[in-house]
């Protein structure tokens, strides 16, 4: 038992008089000045070390590089390549000045490159997750152009059954507060509708595309729980919804004359 532990002593003695042989830089190291949109990183580990660009949501990969240490200095040397980039401690016992920075395109050789306590990063992980997360970007993206895709799909086809409802509505202002607001539909152009405000149609209170089905029982507008049922009236010139908590509805406008006409959609909305 007694060598065991001297052996073990000489282990321990041998490695802390390995270590203080050369420095440990091991850590990330971070440059960035006001005319870059990334900063670059400096990712040491052991023996080996990386180089990359972080934007933020996203890195980028510049290279890897091996590492040693000589005289206190940081030395890393690009692996396929002849690159050297030098090194060495800050005053501060923590940041790092770089010697050449040139070497890696940079106006000037000397610059501090600040000590980031996230580092070490393990960049193999974190290209890993970013190609997954860009996968399910690329998915969703795809999900959407086919939701659209089969959207318009079904608008297409239930455009035709519009013939009836064809005309610019104007929504029937019960209280003061509403605002303007127009639906136009046709088989061509289906269904938007426009908000604007009462005391000025210049500005602008919203826009939409609603879906829309034609059923036996009159035209649907809307997705989901928000979907409602409108019906004509025997003349078709008034659109009544027949599920809306509130009394909502449409009056269609002369054909003959402009909804642009500030006197006449307002004529047509009402003032409750």
């Not at 052996?7 to 490695?15: E, F, H, S, T």
């Not at 809306?244 to 006409?261: G, H, I, Q, T």
């Amino acid at each position: 038992m007694r060598t065991f532990f001297k052996v073990m002593a000489v282990g321990v003695a041998g490695a802390f008089l390995a270590a203080c042989g050369g420095e440990d830089f091991t850590g990330a190291y971070r440059f960035k000045d006001s005319n870059m949109n990334a900063a670059m990183v400096l990712n040491v580990h052991g023996d080996d070390a990386e180089l990359f660009v972080d934007f933020g949501n996203r890195i980028k990969p510049y290279g890897k590089l091996k590492v040693s240490v000589n005289d206190g200095k940081l030395l890393l040397d690009e692996v396929n390549g002849t690159t050297r980039l030098a090194m060495r401690r800050n005053v501060d016992e923590r940041n790092l000045d770089c010697l050449n920075c040139k070497v890696l395109g940079m106006k000037k050789d000397e610059y501090v490159w600040t000590y980031d306590p996230k580092g070490p990063y393990d960049v193999a992980q974190m290209l890993k997750e970013q190609d997954r997360k860009n996968e399910e970007a690329m998915n969703a993206e795809l999900e959407k152009i086919q939701q659209k895709a089969l959207e318009k799909g079904r608008r297409d086809a239930q455009a035709p059954k519009l013939t009836p409802y064809e005309g610019d509505w104007v929504y029937q202002r019960t209280t003061k507060t509403d605002p303007l607001t127009i639906m136009s539909i046709w088989r061509k152009t289906q269904i938007k509708n426009w908000s604007f405000k009462f005391e000025n149609l210049d500005y602008r209170l919203g826009q939409e595309i609603p879906s829309f089905e034609v059923t036996d029982a009159g035209l649907k507008i809307g997705d989901g729980p928000k979907a409602h049922l409108y019906t004509l009236s025997a003349d078709r010139t008034i659109l009544t919804c027949m599920d809306c908590s509130n009394l909502e509805r449409w009056a269609k406008a002369d054909p003959k004359k402009d909804l642009s006409d500030r006197h006449y959609a307002r004529q047509m909305a009402g003032n409750p």
